[in-house]
């Protein structure tokens, strides 16, 4: 799990001027907390922890010698400025559910026969900080040839962990179309081989 280093920020300060002066900015929230704690990071660090975090990732944020386990609830991040807007987290508490969701990513897709197209990227669920879900990965070569359609209701999650999907079980996560070969371009390959 990620540890990102934040401290408590002067609310009195603009967001604008702390990004001026090599900071992003953002949020702690929870339940078990009196109110939200303003936040502000390293602008290196933060960007660094998008790159290999996304939203729904579990972090360790330490903020004044305090470790807070969170999950990162909004990355607000803009392109063209390449400038973290905000970064906002959620503390987790033991035994209470949070609303979260998980990253799908693809490996091998290259052996594929014909074209994926990735219907879904996230599946939101509701669960207690002990059953978070780790990035799903999905990996063409463990699946068989024939499938062309894979569902939420696939990946059996509720199965590995005690969780409530939010995501519907008939949402499809990706479909396989076939390559078709256009009459011109085969006409055009026999004519070479003549």
Known sequence: MTTLQAEKRNPEIKAKRL????????????????????????????LQFIRGNKEGSQVILEIGGKKISAITKNIAYDPLKKQIQALDFQALVAGEKVSTSVQIHFTNEDIVQGFVSQELTEVHYKADPANLLEPIEIDFGKIPPEIKNYYVR?????????????????????????????????????ETKE
């Not at 339940?31 to 936040?39: Q, S």
């Not at 962990?161 to 085969?186: C, M, N, R, Y």
């Open 19 to 46: 990004r001026r002066e090599g900071y992003a900015t953002g949020t702690l929230s929870g339940r078990g907390m009196k109110e939200t704690i303003a936040l502000q990071y390293p602008e290196k660090e933060a």
């Open 154 to 190: 696939d990946l059996k999650l509720d199965e590995k962990k005690e969780i409530e999907l939010i995501t519907p079980e008939s949402a499809q996560i990706f479909h396989i179309g076939e390559v078709t070969v256009d009459a011109g371009e085969e006409e055009t390959s026999e």
